[in-house]
């Protein structure tokens, strides 16, 4: 049997506590490590999750000859410099969404990354998650025909507290859609037809209270088969049950309904009607992009959430801000 993967966290946050409780799964495959800048914090994680070392800073983890990889669970402002170390220093990376600000930051990695011969994965964990993976199947599969439209739908009021790091976008790297919209983008993007042409536009923003982000996006697109797409994304708007959304895939032959967080789809189209629960055991996917993370070390391959994957979704996001439309001066606030 391969010896377990040694991993250390470099964070240890809200991020690290979902990871940690899905790795779980993966004592006799995977063992953790925990860094903070707070030596007590990381001591609380080690106990916490049956870890196997604490560390009181960042660079400890990275330099310690019995750490394999490092996943870089920290805000994105600090992704870039703690990625070049680890690779410098010869580990494997999983890096948090979104992973660097711009594409120069990706070549920079990709460049280290040769280098070093290392593997980074982009933890995207959405792109694993059971939904994802059967929308895939299901086009591929032609269920619903030669697709016409796609309407995602992240709608939900979920502010952040005035303390929040997410409420500076030099830390955040951009707004909410930049921070958090980029999981809605990449799976209207990996569905299997190419987003060709993308273009955003912002509502009137509102900075009340103590959520202070550009917290809604409305994003158009068109597709390499002739389909054509819309992302609607705001963290203001109060939503069924603080969260339930529907978005839908339209065919020539059918529609595909789906609950946008993954727990079930109606699928309309060639032969009888039909509910899918894509599963729930793993449905934020965060177990199967471990599994990948693993399996491309021990195998010398490229994970699925690759740098050059990522880069695809970074130049859509480019595109987006490159040309995004707000209301004119003036226009009428509520």
Known sequence: MPAPLRIAFLGCGFITRVHSRNLRRFRS????????????????????YRGTGTYDDYAAAIGDPKVDAVVIAVPPTFHLNLTLQALAAGKHVLV???????????????????????????????HYKPLAVALRKLLADGVIGEMVFGH???????????????NDETMAGGDAFFEEG????????????????IEGFRP????EGPDRRVKSMMVAFEYDNGAVGSLYYSREIPSLLKGLRLSKLYGRHGIITFESNGIVLLVRGRGFPRVIFPGFRDIRGYQAMYRDFRRSIVDGTAPQM????????????????????????GARRQ
């Open 96 to 126: 948090e969404k979104p992973a660097y600000p711009s594409i120069g930051d990706y070549e920079a990695v990709r460049e280290a990354r040769d280098r070093a011969g290392r593997v980074v994965l982009v933890g995207e964990n959405d």
């Open 204 to 207: 009137a923003a509102s900075r």
């Open 306 to 329: 690759s740098l050059e994957r990522a880069m695809e979704d970074q130049r859509l996001m480019d595109q987006i801000y490159g040309g995004a439309r707000s209301p004119k001066p």
């Open 152 to 166: 995602f739908s992240s709608i939900v009021k979920r502010l952040k507290a005035a303390d929040d790091w997410r």
């Open 29 to 48: 495959e995977i063992v953790c490590g925990y860094a903070s800048r707070d030596r007590a914090k990381a001591a609380e994680f080690c106990g916490r």
């Open 182 to 197: 980029i999981h809605w983008l990449h799976l209207a993007a990996s569905l299997g037809p190419t987003i060709t042409r």
